[in-house]
């Protein structure tokens, strides 16, 4: 099969996801409707003020973190694969009265048109593992960004990957699996999806040969999201995972710039 044909999957996948994300409580449609931010104290703490700033934010989901960051005074624009999940985005935006643009799209396939480069490209939690290829990303990255302009990225650690049994090293193929989504209510969305498995030394190499200058690489021992087997939530919101007595980092966080 070929790579057209598994991102295809994966968008059927994520289409399906959809409706049991919105009713979980682990997404808490019903708090950020309220007005709760979906954005967790990693990506607050180390991207800090926003306002005024465009960002481009890909893999967007059904967009609450795009909107989070439009609250905060970011003009935003989120782009996902799924056109059930941005036609959700669409309509939280209009719920909240939020100006954010959405794109239904393949991220390699994305193009901004006669829109200028974006202030920033942010990017979370579990978007890179559905991509095949790194070198495209970071170049769909550095061309949507402006020269000077932040790269900013908080991610699962792909060490994860490894002690749940899978390469940590980029395969020649995916691992394609019939699976439940990370939700409470996972069982209501099982689709056969695939994901590539991509060492951090890959991000960064396919980042820095794009232009884009590492300026901060920070790895953490705990997940806001209580989403692997076994974590235990020792203070709250951060949910640890402990390996022969160790922590395993469980997040990295990779902010640069946009230099050639």
């Not at 919105?22 to 409707?33: A, H, K, M, P, R």
């Not at 719920?95 to 994305?110: E, H, M, N, P, Q």
Request: charged residues 20%; proline residues 4%.
């Amino acid at each position: 099969m070929s790579d057209i044909n598994y991102i295809e999957m994966n968008r059927i996948g994520w289409d399906r996801r959809v409706k049991a994300h919105i009713g979980s409580v682990f997404y808490d449609v019903d708090g950020f409707l309220a007005g709760k931010t979906s954005l967790r104290e990693i990506e607050l703490n180390e991207l800090g003020d926003v306002a005024g700033r465009r960002m481009l934010h890909l893999q967007c989901h059904f967009g609450l973190d795009t909107l989070s960051w439009t609250r905060m005074g970011a003009s935003c624009t989120g782009v996902d694969i799924s056109p059930v999940a941005i036609e959700q985005a669409k309509s939280f935006a209009q719920k909240t009265g939020l100006d954010a643009r959405f794109v239904c799209s393949d991220i390699y396939g994305f193009q901004r048109g006669a829109i200028a480069p974006y202030d920033m490209v942010f990017t979370s939690y579990g978007a890179v593992c559905w991509l095949p290829d790194l070198m495209r990303w970071a170049d769909v990255v550095s061309s949507n960004l402006a020269m000077g302009g932040i790269f900013y990225m908080v991610e699962f650690h792909p060490i994860n990957d490894l002690l749940a049994g899978y390469s940590y090293f980029t395969t020649e193929g995916p691992d394609v699996e019939e699976k439940s989504t990370y939700t409470e209510n996972g069982a209501d969305a099982v689709a056969e999806m695939a994901t590539w498995a991509h060492p951090l030394s890959n991000v960064v190499n396919a980042l820095v040969s794009h232009g884009i200058q590492i300026e901060r690489l920070n790895e953490f021992p705990f997940s806001p999201y209580n989403c692997f087997d076994g974590m235990e939530e020792r203070e709250p919101g951060r949910f640890y995972l402990n390996h022969r007595g160790h922590d395993v980092p469980i997040v990295y966080s990779l902010r640069g710039r946009k230099v050639a």
